[in-house]
């Protein structure tokens, strides 16, 4: 468990920027695949409403949506503050 809550913290804190990023550069198409996986793997630690959230972003995404921003706000709260309750258990570096 700690090694996938050490992976999802690696690979999912930035998430949202890099979602702003793919957007601004018009890459939809990784913007969604980003939302995809960060889905995946807040359903691996059972952070049921962070994959919901991601899975919503995803389909607004997909479907071409514009006003991303408040959707993409709560994903990056909900992140942060899974990283930091997670403060406690996380792998030494």
Same mark, same amino acid.
């Given at each position: 468990m700690f090694s996938l809550l050490d992976f999802f913290i690696k690979d999912n804190? +930035? !998430?949202?920027?890099? #979602?702003?990023?793919? @957007?601004?550069a018009g890459d939809r198409e990784a913007a969604g695949r980003r939302m995809h996986t960060l889905?995946?793997? !807040?359903?691996?630690?059972?952070?049921? +409403?962070?994959?919901? #959230?991601?899975?919503? !972003?995803e389909a607004a995404i997909d479907r071409g949506e514009v006003e991303l921003e408040p959707m993409l706000d709560a994903i990056a709260?909900? #992140?942060?503050? @899974? #990283?930091?309750?997670?403060?406690?258990?996380?792998l030494p570096v």
């Open positions: 804190t +930035d !998430a949202v920027k890099h #979602v702003r990023a793919e @957007l601004a889905a995946s793997n !807040a359903g691996f630690l059972c952070a049921l +409403d962070l994959m919901e #959230v991601a899975r919503q !972003a709260a909900q #992140v942060s503050a @899974l #990283v930091e309750a997670s403060e406690p258990w996380r």
